[in-house]
Each structure stands twice: as structure tokens, then as C-alpha cells.
């Protein structure tokens, strides 16, 4: 069960989003993807029913350490799966972080917390207060509230294999526009493929245009599949 920051009770427009989100989210049905049973208010309560899973976020495993590369592919290739399902069908989830991408014991990669953050958005309050749109993560066309696509999923993607396959945050934390007006550039590390550097790389661009445009194009341009 997740229990909702309490702000949500203060900004209607945003109530009504989250609950919408929630809907759409049970319609996800994906692998990679966490099931949503339920969105329901108990009081001035507000929770999402969830499945149960056993195993541990991303951001704990990042931690400890960068993982073995075939470790890394595989949390990439659920996570893209997951995400990839979302985008075909129309779904941004813009709040993608290694917060949000759960390591299921059996080895299952999913994807949480759908709606968040646009949820946020649409209730016209900070979204840091809710845990949505987590800057760092965040594109800077999604930073600057421009309408959201998928490309801005991918962004974050690129942020999350740069962290699987090099380490430290491409930018050091630094929010997009921030790493942009300091013409910042992720370093290539010795021995990463031609193939991958150049998909991680093209998904960390500035500029709309020059990222992969989905995660199912990310995942394709990494593999050549």
C-alpha cells in the first residue's frame, strides 16, 4: 500500500489526475510493470493497492556499487520492456529514477509509480513535494513543464544506464538545465561499445531531437535489435 503525501487533498485538479493516472496505470497490464489493484481514499486518506514484492529498488543496489554488465543489460531490457508497453500506448511515466525501478527477487524488473508526477503538475504545485519529477532525472523540456513525451522517459533512461554501465550520475546530479547552461558533457568511459555509448549518449542529449524517441527505440539502438 502507498500512502499519498497529504497535499493531494489540498489541490482537487490534481486529486482527480492521480485517481485518472491510477485507472490508466491498472490498464498496464505488463511483466515489467507493477499492477495497480486499487486507488482508494479512506477519509482524507489517499492510497494506492499494489501487488506485493519481495526484493530491493534500484537505488539500493546502485549503492553498493556499479552491477556486472550482463547484470546491467538485463535491468535495462525489463525496464525498456516496461516502458516501451507504456509509451505504445500512449502512456508517459515522468518520474522514471532508480527509486522507481524495483529488482523483484526472481530476477523480474519493474517498473512503479505511475502518474505521480503528473498528477503534480496538473494541481499547479511543486512536484518535489510528492516525490514526482525528480530533478536530476528530469529532462529539461519536462523542467520547463513543455508538454511530455516519451523522449523525456528517455532522457532518464539515458541517466540510469549511464549509472548501471559507468557509476557516478552523467551529470553529477546537476538538473538538465543547469548541466545545459554549463555546457556540461557525459564523459565516455574506456571500454564501452561503440554501439551502446552511442544510444546512452544520444538519449542524454539537451535537445528533443536528438534522443532516441521512445524507450522501445532506446532499447533497439543499444542492442541493434
Known amino acids: 500500500i502507498k500512502l ?8 482537487p485538479k490534481a486529486l482527480r489526475t492521480i485517481e485518472a493516472e491510477a485507472r490508466r496505470a491498472q490498464e498496464l497490464a505488463h511483466p515489467n510493470i507493477v499492477t495497480i489493484h486499487d486507488f ?6 489517499l492510497f494506492v493497492v499494489m501487488e506485493l514484492l519481495a526484493g530491493e529498488p534500484l537505488d539500493a543496489l ?6 556486472e554488465p550482463a547484470l ?7 525496464l525498456c520492456a516496461g516502458l516501451g508497453h507504456a509509451h505504445a500506448r500512449g502512456v508517459v511515466h515522468a518520474d522514471v529514477k532508480p527509486a522507481n525501478v524495483f529488482l523483484v527477487d526472481d ?24 516525490g514526482g519529477m525528480t530533478l536530476p532525472y528530469a ?7 513543455d508538454e511530455r513525451r516519451p523522449d523525456d522517459d528517455v ?13 557516478p550520475h552523467p551529470f553529477s546530479s546537476l538538473p538538465a538545465l543547469d548541466a545545459r547552461e554549463k555546457c556540461l558533457l557525459p564523459v565516455r568511459p574506456a571500454g564501452i561499445e561503440d554501439r551502446l555509448w552511442a544510444t546512452i549518449a544520444a538519449a542524454l542529449s539537451f535537445e528533443r531531437s536528438a534522443r532516441p524517441r521512445d524507450a522501445i527505440a532506446f532499447h533497439r539502438g543499444m542492442t541493434g535489435g
Open 72 to 78: 546491467a543489460a538485463a535491468i535495462l531490457a525489463g
Open 62 to 67: 546502485l549503492r553498493r556499487g556499479r552491477p
Open 107 to 130: 530476477g523480474t524488473v519493474k517498473l512503479l509509480d505511475f502518474g505521480i508526477a503528473s498528477a503534480a503538475r496538473d494541481g499547479g504545485f511543486d512536484t518535489s513535494s510528492l
Open 139 to 145: 529532462s529539461p523540456q519536462m523542467t520547463m513543464l
Open 40 to 45: 482508494e481514499r479512506d477519509g482524507g486518506h
Open 4 to 11: 499519498l503525501n497529504g497535499d493531494f487533498r489540498h489541490h
Open 155 to 167: 532522457y532518464a533512461l539515458g541517466c540510469i544506464a549511464y549509472e548501471l554501465y559507468v557509476g
